[in-house]
């Protein structure tokens, strides 16, 4: 189901990861949330302004990294750059290696 919806290009973007550890650049598929998300706190929902941006980790898994990779890197998304400040799974029904993280 994710597949579908990163491959819309209506939904789903090119980005680059910079990374650095391992220090490189990575092309991926991201979702640009960057004008703010909605995040839920234990059944309240809250509307924040704070930029996201989530990708698949399927992608990152084929990229060979991992979520604590992303620590203090920065993704291009949208022609903004944007330094990494979090890292938070979504898990998938299957589990969080078939779900997304939001940056």
Do not use: C, F, K
Request: glycine share 14%.
């Amino acid at each position: 189901m994710l597949g579908t919806l990163y491959a819309d290009p209506n939904l789903g973007g090119t980005a680059t990861l910079s990374l650095g550890s391992p220090a490189s650049d990575y092309s991926i598929t991201a979702i640009d949330h960057t004008d703010g998300v909605t995040i839920n706190l234990g059944g309240l929902d809250v509307e924040t302004i704070r930029p996201a941006a989530v990708v698949r980790a399927v992608d990152l898994d084929a990229l060979g990294l991992a979520a604590s990779n992303l620590d203090n890197g920065s993704i291009t998304v949208g022609g903004a750059s944007w330094r990494i400040a979090s890292v938070r799974p979504q898990p998938g029904p299957q589990g969080e290696a078939a779900g997304e993280y939001m940056l």
